[in-house]
């Protein structure tokens, strides 16, 4: 499988902490191209100050790191895609210039490029009641899923977010409730506020939690605190998607190998149509790892 080196065309900033950037090139065309693309995608930076190399490929066609490339390599949303156009954007939270992904992000400009990997992931499955809790790691995610939900989905969404300055409309079903968390500015992983808004849900009146489709993506503290709470309320395995995006105390390759982002065994298993992995080719497995830096 090659790197496709996506270039940057245009960065635009929709929050003060949420940056988005449109890539485009051959190399994004190719990647649309050749399915499964999203809804994630995993990048690949270049050394800081350096020009972006590239990873080998194998006989089998599997990469090959050397050096510290697989280290290099994060996961993100893809937020919108045009295949024709050959463009895509990916929205980016800016935590400041000290990680690899995150003062790549605060020095960017048009020109600049990055490799693409491959893409894929799972997805909240449509129907049933919606109910999503995440972080602004997982707004991405949040935003696009709820731009792909039936007209007549029902739900509620809850994403915590530094302050209110990064409250911005989203698009989405009427019958979809979103609930804005501010922090008040104290950082990212330091407060309760999702945990404590399963802890006060409630169903609507005449609703079953054997109903709700759950997706929660956060902090490692959060995933797993939402684990227990959903098999305590009753919903099932198979209607649930919890995958932790970042741990307070780790980067996300020393994630991964950790805890596997605290994922388990069983739940939704439902992936975008159109975008499915064969899942008899372990070659190019792709996860949902999602980058966190401080």
């Not at 991405?140 to 939900?149: F, K, N, R, V, Y």
């Not at 302050?163 to 922090?183: C, F, N, S």
């Not at 991964?256 to 975008?272: C, F, I, L, P, T």
Request: a negative charge; proline letters at 6%; glycine letters at 10%.
């Amino acid at each position: 499988m090659p790197t496709h080196v996506m270039t940057v065309e245009e960065v635009v900033d929709y929050t003060p902490h949420l940056r988005r950037v449109v890539f485009g090139g051959r190399g994004v065309a190719d990647y649309l191209a050749a399915p499964p693309c999203v809804p994630n995608i995993k990048i690949y930076f270049p050394q800081p100050g350096q020009p972006l190399d590239q990873p080998g490929e194998d006989e089998r066609g599997r990469w090959v790191f050397t050096g510290d490339q697989r280290a290099r390599v994060r996961t993100y949303t893809v937020r919108w895609a045009d295949a024709q156009a050959g463009r895509l954007a990916i929205d980016f939270v800016r935590h400041g210039d000290e990680g690899l992904a995150s003062a790549w992000v605060e020095r960017i400009v048009p020109g600049d490029e990055l490799g693409a990997l491959g893409g894929g992931g799972r997805v909240l499955k449509p129907g049933g009641y919606a109910l999503m809790f995440g972080d602004e790691t997982a707004l991405p995610a949040i935003s696009d899923t709820l731009e792909h939900m039936p007209a007549d989905q029902t739900g509620q969404v809850f994403i915590e977010v530094l302050d209110e300055a990064e409250i911005h409309e989203l698009t989405k079903p009427e019958g979809v409730q979103v609930h804005w968390l501010p922090r008040g500015g104290v950082p990212a992983g330091r407060t309760r506020l999702l945990i404590e808004a399963m802890e006060r849900f409630t169903l609507p009146e005449g609703l079953d939690y054997a109903g709700v489709h759950l997706w929660v993506s956060a902090e490692s503290e959060v995933v797993r605190f939402a684990r227990r709470w959903a098999a305590t309320v009753g919903i099932a395995r198979e209607n649930r998607l919890i995958i932790g995006y970042w741990h307070l105390d780790m980067n996300e390759v020393a994630y991964a190998q950790d805890s596997n982002h605290d994922r388990v065994a069983g739940e939704m298993a439902y992936e975008r149509p159109g975008h499915e992995h064969d899942h008899h080719d372990h070659d190019h497995e792709h996860d949902h790892e999602h980058a966190h830096e401080h």
